[in-house]
Structures are given as structure tokens and as C-alpha cells.
């Protein structure tokens, strides 16, 4: 009887274990449509950071990388960092330094720092990288979700608040297709917030099991300039088919980027900034 009982138990683990590799082998097939992005933000033309970036996202075997805004200001590489977003096919929305640098828009409302380097860098970016920053739309919506940079129709406007971001879930509800996912940039701050009966709440950093009951809004913070006093690149992982958000973190060859910085002639502010994630 115990024998039997034992093979009975063998041929059940065995079913349960061909099972297993049916569904890895067979998700692909039947869900098609479900990709795996690196999604980044504010490079801000440190292109140390952002090779770091791509070297540590190209070991995640993602469908697509998306960028939600601001290639350039503040540091010194602008032409050679939009250069790589266009030769590796990154999809772009516009950030507000953007619409400033490529001249769309005048910097009247930036700070004397943002504003001294978006001048700078405006002075220095080809003509043709000026014309691809001016080309680049201000949200797109993927398969699912909204990319965007500030807020929902306003590139400019921060979500830093509830209050924020109880407008933003509200116009992520009323878009046409009723979105449950939205990410933005901006804040340079990573960040998951999510909306349940009506409340906002913060997300724990790290790794996100997405909800079918919760709207989110999320921030995979800065590639270039992070300022959530942590100065190591920022990016994350959205898996649509395990539903899962992963934040990660590199360091990169800071001191190469101030030194530039400084060599340029950018203020030294700029540099500072940097090694305290601020
Ligand atoms: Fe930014």
C-alpha cells in the first residue's frame, strides 16, 4: 500500500513539475502582447550615468526601454546622450528641459541654476538634436498605461503631494481608456503611490506587486541627477505579465561627470549636488 501511495505520489509531482514548464513555455505564446520595460527618467546629459544604467538594464531581457523625459540640463554630455537615446531606439517623451533647451519653450520659470545650464546647453546641442528633442510628444500612452513627464497634460507640474496625486489618479480615471498605471518623472524622487477606495497611499520601495484593485502612479526617480539623497542612477523594471515593478539602483563614475561638469564651466553647485542626491 505504501508503495503504491509512494508512485502515486511521484506521478502527481511529476505532472505538477511538466505543468510548470507547459506554463513557462507556453505564457509567451498565449500572452504575446505582455512585454517587460526598463522605464528611465531625467538622464539630464550625465552620460555616465546613463551607459551604467543601460549596461546594468541590457541583463533584464527587456522588450523596450521608455524614457519619461528630460535627456538634458544640468550636467555636461546633452548631444552625446540624446545621440545614444536615438541609436538604441529609446521611446521619449518631452521633459521640460527639453521643450527649454531645443528652444521650444523659454526657461522663465526655472531656477538661476536650472536656467544658467539650460542656456548652456541649449547653446551646445546640435541643430538636429535640437529638432528631435522639439519632435518628441508630451505623454504617449503604451499598451495599458501613460507615460508622462510632470503631470497628466501638464509637462511642468509637479506630483509631490496627496493632493497632487489624488488630481492625477483622478484624470488617470477619466482618461478615455480608464488607466490603472501611470508613470511620470520630474521629481527626480523614486516613488509608487496608489489609489484604493478613493485614499492615496505610498507604495514600499523595492519590489511592487501590482493590484487589479489599486490605480498607480509611479516614479522609477533620476538617472542623471537623483534627489532622494541617495546619488546612485535610478531606474525600474515593469514586468506586464508577472504584474511586478522592480526599482534597482547603480553607481556610476560620478567624479568623471562632476569633473566635466566643472571643466565646462557649469556651476560647481551642479557638481556638489550630485554626490549628495540632492
Ligand atoms: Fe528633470
Redesign the pocket.
Known sequence: MKAYLGLYLSIQKSLFECELVLVEILSPLCYPFLMRYAII??I?SNLEALEAVLAKISGFKVDEILCL??IV??NANPNECIDIVRRTGIRCIM???DSRASGLEEPDNFTPLAKEAVLWTRDRLSEDNKGFLRKLPRELTIEGFIIF?GSIRDTDCYIIDEKDASDNFHLLENLPCDMKLGFY????VRVALSLQRGKVFLEPDGELKLSTWKRYLINPG?VG?PRDRDPRASFLIYDEFSEKVDFYRTDYDMAATQEKIIEAGLPVELAERLSMGR
Open positions: 527618467s531625467d539630464h523625459g528630460d540640463g544640468y521633459g521640460n528641459h513627464h518623472g520630474h521629481t527626480h533620476s541627477q
